[in-house]
């Protein structure tokens, strides 16, 4: 498949509609970090009255709709016994139609996520794994040009080095979501693409495991990711992200490099920002070369130079008590593998520990309270009424809202970087 690269575990945004990286079962992953504010989802509401009050499907309704997607795969060129195999006995998982109607309402603010996501436990496990596949690895970014620990840190951060990477049936969890779900289209042509999958020989039916929303294997792609980027990194005539390693390291950095990967580049260094420094820059849209940047006064964290990047964002995730990063074209590739901030520098500050450079040095406002989507909502409505416009209130914390909470910080003498707070959203609604 050559197509628009899509993210492994991008099936969930579009799925969950909450976020833009995996959002799997709480045994599968632990990772799933919002993607308006690199927030990760905490506690999921109880479904909606009106979700509630659908009629329950039926097992003859189930099994009516896949007579009918067996004649289309038939159709397009799927052979019987790979049918057979594929399809015979496959169940509707109504836990799947649960997870996928679940909305987040309480978020962890980013530096619990990341407390999570880089564990002393993970760095650990990831150093273990980087030695013991340290030639694999190696090879990999010669060929690839991704380095090692990147693509250890992914692996870890995806499926704690596949210790869980879910144990939903694929074709079970994308034939329940074809049928029932809020992307029924998207998710039937996933299914199909599993079927492609098992019909190339890659992998058998019983073996295609993953997470609820249908991504798969320790570094979690979709069916059609797995179609277009994954890698048969042993030789043995299959793509097995499941049960080998190198395939596994392989298909992470092809993935990677096909997303823009630049050899030779860090993702990004940690940066101190001048005290007159506009926060209406950090935003990911707003890129600049790093000399620019460093004739406003930004300087790296560690020896006051920047690496050489021709367009490069500042991000402060947590405003201007938070910590602050130059991220350049490497970041914005890890970006396309999991769409959330959070997701990306998880994955840069691993596989920073892994190859045994430092950590974030900056502290986080570990003091100020995140805000559930309703209050964020509350805010949008309160900076609307006060003429800052943010458009619809969504209860997302995006660009639009961002600028107007800055508007809002300017005009009452606070620094207006854009972090949203209990204490503003009080204040606004004085």
């Known amino acids: 498949m050559m197509r628009q690269i899509f993210p492994a575990t991008l099936l969930v945004a579009l799925l969950a509609g909450c976020q833009s990286g995996p959002v799997q079962e709480a045994s599968a992953a632990d990772h799933s ?41 038939r159709s397009e060129g799927i052979s019987e016994t790979t049918l057979a195999r594929a399809l015979d006995g496959v169940r509707y998982r109504p836990r799947v139609i649960e997870l996928d109607r679940s909305q987040p309402e309480f978020v962890r603010p980013i530096w619990q996520y990341l407390d999570s996501a880089v564990s002393s436990t993970r760095i650990q496990q990831g150093r273990a794994k980087h030695v013991e596949h340290r030639d694999t690895a190696r090879r990999m970014e010669e060929r690839y040009g991704v380095p090692a620990e990147i693509i250890v840190a992914i692996w870890g951060i995806e499926s704690n080095y596949g ?14 979501l074809a049928f029932e ?59 097995d992200i499941w049960g080998s390693i190198p395939d596994v390291m392989a298909s992470t950095a092809n993935y990677l490099a096909r997303a823009g990967w630049q050899a030779g580049q860090p993702w990004g260094v940690e940066v101190r920002l001048p005290d007159d420094f506009d926060y209406s820059q950090t935003e990911l849209s707003t890129r600049r070369a790093s000399g620019e940047w460093a004739a406003q006064g930004v300087h790296s964290a560690a020896d006051g130079s920047l690496p050489e990047f021709a367009e490069a964002s500042v991000i402060a995730p947590a405003g201007a008590d938070g910590p602050a990063f130059l ?43 995140p805000l559930t989507r309703n209050q964020v909502r ?35 003498g606070v620094t207006p970087d854009g972090f949203a707070t209990v204490s503003l959203l009080q204040r606004l609604q004085r």
Not at 45 to 50: D, G, I, L, V
Not at 165 to 176: P, Q, V
Not at 190 to 218: F, K, N, Q, T, Y
């Open 33 to 73: 970090p919002d993607a308006a504010g690199g927030q990760e989802a905490e506690t999921a509401r109880e479904p909606a009255a009106s979700e509630r009050s659908e009629p329950e499907a039926t097992p003859a309704d189930f099994n009516a709709w896949l007579a009918s997607f067996r004649r289309e795969a």
């Open 163 to 176: 210790g869980n990477f879910g144990d939903f049936s694929t074709l079970e969890a994308l034939a329940t």
């Open 181 to 239: 779900g809020r992307r029924s289209a998207f998710a039937r042509g996933e299914l199909m693409a599993a079927l492609r999958i098992i019909e190339a020989g890659d992998i058998p039916p019983e073996r295609m495991v993953g997470s609820w929303a249908g991504a798969m294997g320790h570094t979690q792609f979709i069916p059609s990711s797995f179609e277009a980027y994954a890698v048969d990194g042993d030789g043995d005539g299959r793509r």
């Open 327 to 369: 991220v350049g074209p490497n970041f914005r590739a890890i970006l396309r593998y999991n769409n959330a901030t959070s997701y990306a520098l998880a994955v840069g500050t691993l596989a920073n520990e892994i190859a045994g450079r430092n950590g974030i040095r900056s502290s986080w406002p570990r003091d100020e309270q």
């Open 378 to 412: 509350e805010m949008q409505q309160a900076l609307n009424a006060r003429g800052f416009d943010v458009g619809t209130p969504d209860g997302v914390l995006g660009p639009n809202t961002r600028s107007g909470l800055r508007s809002y910080q300017r005009s009452i």
